[in-house]
């Protein structure tokens, strides 16, 4: 099985003097992932593009990937928030996996978000499986960089010196 | 009035209508902003700050006249000709759509091969004559349905197939109704056009009797869709094996389409669509030359699919500019003699990505606008449609009968195609389309001068270039330059599911790995072994990979042990960069 890829951006950008106005101690980081052989990325494109602006921290897994190796990049990235990008209809198996994975390497307190074209009777499913928020297509980015920045905000973490 | 001015007035009347000169119609043009627009404006201000197109945000005059055209150097017989003729501006067709209407076609796929040919028995009945084959993105991608990378996706996103036997029971269909299949499954093409083939030799299908069409356009997915197995330069060569062995062996079909409907939905814009859509044609037609064909013979098998958005403009003048590109591209760079070369092969499509979740009701519209533009554009060939519900899940059977309907409303009932190409010699039109085909050869030899498109794909320019109007047309839309109704403008409150939804079985997949294992047990595994091993060393000798698949899928060897073959000679592409523009 193919390891997965990362796209890191590290350089912080503008915004994250916001953060650190913020006392936070560091930019939020999200790890973005197409899960699955689905392979549309405009909107995960678009959404990385907003996440950065926004002075986060954001890794890209690349295509193709296994519930499996999403969770492992999620504990070996240390990341706060794993986002799923789904436009086929694999995402009721897929996504219920990926949770119960995320869970059992004792990352079950990463935020996991679901986007992309995810009909209405599917989000109670997914919500009960452990999938934190959906954002269907047409959301709108600065609706997603708030929801993140307010629950990043609201999360205890460990202060550095 | 000016003394200046009204000497012009006076020599306008000296002259008949027709013998108006553009320099005197600039020149009343001039007039008439200063006169009578200007002061009208400096009452009522302008509704917008400016007026644009909407992907390529060109500025859009408030008026058009003969003046625009003569400034643009517009010459009637040299940028429009006549229909059927050079440079096919005003069509491919001697007789627009007077003869025959467009081939009206739907994407359908999904489920069991059972359950396909019940979907598309619907859809022959409703009308249609042409049907188009998805596959799920196991096949897509080169995987067998139990293989345990593709699970939930089996049937999904498309019919699953796994082997031969499979597009035997999607090929139980009245063959007498259908008369054009397309088929889209790129990075596998030559096992996918062998387990067509052999299935229908299975069916008694004479394969001169209809046409069967693949899409075969790899280097598109490593752009923007991602559907790749191999690294560019490997499916370069499987696309080029499949366009050889048709040319050769099914010269009624079509081997090869550029997608430029995928391009779109990646906010490609109208020029940057026929530059690069043109640029990847060319990568494939110089390695076809090499096969011993020559351009008369090659060009005439391209088809391409162009998308049409909302700009009802930017839609009607990108399909005229497209035609007349191509013409010249072919003409021009490769020397081609038959008029065959130089007509460009189009079907065209209402875009997806103009439709909205929101309010899903209004997408029947937005179709509607959009098709009448495909119309007015010439339509191509063939037209297909999507379906108003595409945001929420795969297609409900109503949707399927509105999405028919629609085709029909706009051939029968709006006039648009009872006369050939009816918005030439519109000011606005023939400005517009001359622009775009001016920038289109202008961005066309910045691909060529870095040395192609494949070059270009290896470099990231395109998925860049694409990556960048993806972040900025989102953001037109979220700080409302564009308004978009539902989605930033008359949005509802609060809305209620208005639409019927079409569910999946769930235990297909099941069902469908089980076939596949039940299959491997019992099939002749030496002769799947023996034909396993003469697709890898055509793989390795450069021989035409469509041959040896073919004696492969006749003893069952299944679509992702041949994949799994060809990864072994190949290797797989890892694209680090896929998010160019991120």
Redesign the interface.
């Known amino acids: ?2 390891c997965a ?1 990362y ?1 890191v ?1 590290t350089m912080p950008t503008a915004s994250w003097v916001g953060f650190k106005m913020l006392k936070k101690t560091r930019p939020l980081r999200i790890l973005l992932a ?1 899960l ?7 909107g ?3 959404i ?3 996440l ?1 602006e926004a002075g986060m921290e ?1 890794i ?1 897994t ?3 990937q ?1 519930p499996d190796m999403v969770a492992a990049a999620a504990v070996q990235e240390d990341v706060d928030v794993v986002g799923i990008s789904t436009l ?7 996504l219920p ?1 990926l949770a119960r994975l995320l869970r059992e390497a004792g990352a079950g307190d990463k935020l996991l978000l679901a986007g992309g ?1 995810i ?3 599917d989000r109670q499913l997914l919500e009960d499986a452990g999938v934190d928020r959906i954002f ?3 959301s ?3 609706d997603i960089v708030a929801y993140l920045q307010e629950w990043w905000l609201n999360k205890s973490e460990p202060t550095e010196v | 009035m000016t003394a200046e001015h009204k000497d012009q007035v006076r020599g306008c009347k000296q002259t008949s209508d027709a013998q108006n000169s553009s320099s005197t119609i600039a020149a009343e043009a001039q007039r008439w902003q200063e006169q009578t627009r200007a002061p009208f404006v400096s009452e009522n201000p302008e509704r917008r700050e400016s007026f644009e197109t909407q992907a390529l945000k060109w500025p859009i005059n408030p008026l058009y006249s003969p003046a625009d055209l003569e400034a643009l150097g517009f010459d009637y017989m040299k940028d429009l000709g006549f229909p059927g003729e050079y440079p096919y501006t005003r069509g491919t067709k001697a007789n627009g759509h007077r003869s025959n209407f467009w081939t009206m076609t739907q994407v359908t796929g999904f489920g069991k091969g059972e359950e396909w040919a019940k979907r598309a028995r619907y859809m022959l009945d409703q009308g249609l004559s042409g049907l188009i084959l998805e596959h799920d993105l196991a096949t897509t991608n080169g995987y067998d349905s139990d293989d345990p990378i593709v699970e939930g996706e089996v049937g999904r996103a498309g019919m699953a197939l796994d082997s031969l036997e499979d597009l035997e029971k999607a090929f139980d269909l009245p063959f007498d109704k259908l008369q054009y299949l397309m088929s889209v499954c790129n990075a596998p093409q030559p096992v996918n056009l062998a387990m067509i083939i052999a299935a229908l030799e299975k069916k008694n299908v004479d394969p001169k009797d209809f046409v069967l069409h693949i899409v075969n356009g790899i280097l598109i997915e490593y752009i923007c869709v991602g559907r790749y197995i191999y690294p560019p330069e490997h499916g370069l060569r499987l696309a080029t094996d499949c366009i050889e062995y048709i040319i050769r062996h099914h010269p009624n079909w079509a081997p090869i389409s550029i997608i430029s409907a995928q391009l779109q939905p990646a906010k490609a814009n109208p020029v940057q669509e026929i530059a690069f859509s043109l640029a990847i044609a060319c990568a494939y037609i110089d390695e076809t030359l090499k096969r011993g064909f020559d351009i008369d013979t090659v060009a005439p098998y391209f088809h391409f699919v162009v998308n049409v958005d909302m700009d009802f403009f930017e839609g009607i003048c990108k399909l005229r500019a497209f035609r007349k590109c191509w013409a010249r591209l072919m003409k021009e760079r490769y020397g081609a003699t038959n008029p065959d070369a130089m007509k460009i092969r189009m079907m065209t499509s209402p875009t997806t990505i103009a439709l909205t979740l929101q309010q899903p009701l209004n997408n029947i519209g937005r179709l509607a606008i959009m098709a009448t533009a495909c119309a007015l554009g010439g339509a191509g060939d063939n037209m297909t449609t999507p379906l108003h519900d595409e945001a929420h899940s795969l297609p409900a059977e109503e949707a399927i009968r509105v999405g028919a309907a629609l085709q029909h409303i706009v051939a029968h009932e709006t006039g648009v195609a009872e006369t050939i190409d009816p918005l030439a010699g519109s000011y606005y039109v023939e400005t517009l389309t001359k622009q775009m085909e001016d920038a289109a050869f202008a961005e066309m030899d910045k691909i060529f001068d870095m040395g192609g498109a494949v070059k270009a794909i290896e470099k990231g320019y395109f998925q860049r270039a694409l990556g960048r109007e993806q972040y900025e047309r989102n953001k037109d839309v979220e700080e409302g330059r564009r308004k978009w109704v539902g989605v930033n403008h008359l949005k509802l409150a609060e809305e209620k599911r208005e639409i019927e939804i079409f569910r999946l079985n769930d235990a297909m997949e099941e069902e469908q790995i089980a076939k596949v294992r039940e299959l491997r047990e019992r099939r002749d595994q030496d002769a799947v072994n023996a034909a396993l091993a003469k697709v890898k060393a055509a793989a390795i000798n450069g021989d035409n990979m469509v041959v040896s698949c073919l004696e492969a899928v006749k003893v069952y060897a299944t679509h992702g042990e041949l994949c799994h073959a060809m990864r072994e000679v190949f290797g797989e592409y890892h694209a680090d960069s896929q998010l160019g523009g991120f």
């Open positions: 099985m193919p890829r796209l951006n197409k699955g052989m689905d392979t549309h990325t405009v995960i494109t678009v990385a593009h907003a950065r954001v890209f690349g295509l193709k296994t086929s209809a694999g995402h009721t198996r897929s996996k074209v009909p209405e009777e269907t297509m047409g709108d980015t600065r």
